[in-house]
Nanobody, 124 residues
Framework: VQLQASGGGLVEAGGSLRLSCAAS????????MGWFRQAPGKEREFVGA????????NYADSVKGRFAISRDDAKNTVYLQMNSLKPEDTAVYYC??????????????????WGKGTLVTVSS
């Protein structure tokens, strides 16, 4: 699976951005899709995931209620809608795919495929 994330940029605190991740190469609908982020000097962390089977989602506590993940299997694309952005959301955001992985598994290790990241900068 090849993944390409896009949509990052500079936004003021309180603003919104929508990231997209386009996939190609395998049966997209068989893959749980995850979003992760990595801030400077910090480890990569789980943001959220959407299940391959029934579109159930799971989110990190830090983004719950502000971020929403959706997928369009017809377009082989997963989205991350980010609202009420905070400066601490500043990071490089990565999409990743894993074959039929549980959305409850939040460790970035073991995700099969990764896209190049897209930078999100939230100014205060």
């Amino acid at each position: 699976v090849q993944l390409q994330a896009s949509g990052g940029g500079l936004v003021e605190a309180g603003g919104s951005l929508r990231l997209s991740c386009a996939a190609s190469g395998r049966t997209f609908s068989d893959y749980t899709m995850g979003w992760f982020r990595q801030a400077p000097g910090k480890e990569r962390e789980f943001v959220g995931a959407i299940a391959w089977s029934d579109d159930r989602t799971n989110y990190a506590d830090s983004v719950k209620g502000r971020f929403a993940i959706s997928r369009d299997d017809a377009k082989n694309t997963v989205y991350l809608q980010m609202n009420s952005l905070k400066p601490e959301d500043t990071a490089v955001y990565y999409c990743a795919a894993d074959w039929r992985r549980s959305i409850l598994y939040t460790d970035p290790r073991g995700m099969d495929y990764w896209g190049k990241g897209t930078l999100v900068t939230v100014s205060s």
